[in-house]
């Protein structure tokens, strides 16, 4: 017979996995932007490490909008490795909500120097419409 506990336990899992359920995947949205920007997607420096989107002038990572943090040191990373000017693209599913992660992350990458943007659903059906 199964008990509360094991019912609560069952509903907070199914709770947790449904509080993120990305609209695309995060390969989604680097192929269509890497290809509108004429980038190479995984791009393997000298350290074998993989850049998400390398373009003539940077090398890209994405991350969704609430691991913001973690792309900052692999963009400072790739910067060095390349000798191009590091880039992190957010990703907003949500912009209402989430614009306050890209503000955290586009005050330090003026204080870092890299540079920053995002990237939205709407911005992926504009970019899939010019480069389909």
């Known amino acids: 017979m199964i008990t509360k506990r094991i019912i609560v336990f069952i509903l907070m899992i199914f709770i947790q996995t449904q509080s993120f359920c990305a609209i695309?995947?995060?390969?989604?949205y680097r192929?269509?932007?890497?290809k509108a920007h004429n980038g190479i997607e995984e791009f393997?420096?000298?350290?074998?490490?993989?850049v998400?989107?390398?373009t003539s002038t940077h090398p890209v990572e994405f991350y969704f909008a609430k691991k913001?943090?973690?792309?900052i040191g692999q963009a400072l990373h790739y910067q060095e490795?390349?000798?191009?000017r590091g880039?992190?693209?957010?990703?907003?599913?949500?912009?209402?909500?989430e614009m306050i992660y890209f503000n955290r992350i586009k005050k330090l990458s003026v204080k870092y120097d890299f540079d920053v943007e995002y990237i939205t659903p709407d911005d992926l059906v504009l970019i899939n419409n010019k480069h389909p």
């Open 24 to 28: 695309h995947s995060e390969a989604t």
């Open 31 to 34: 192929h269509s932007w890497c």
């Open 44 to 50: 393997k420096n000298k350290d074998y490490t993989r």
């Open 52 to 54: 998400d989107c390398l």
């Open 68 to 71: 913001w943090a973690e792309g």
């Open 81 to 84: 490795m390349s000798g191009k």
């Open 87 to 97: 880039m992190v693209v957010l990703i907003l599913e949500n912009p209402k909500k």
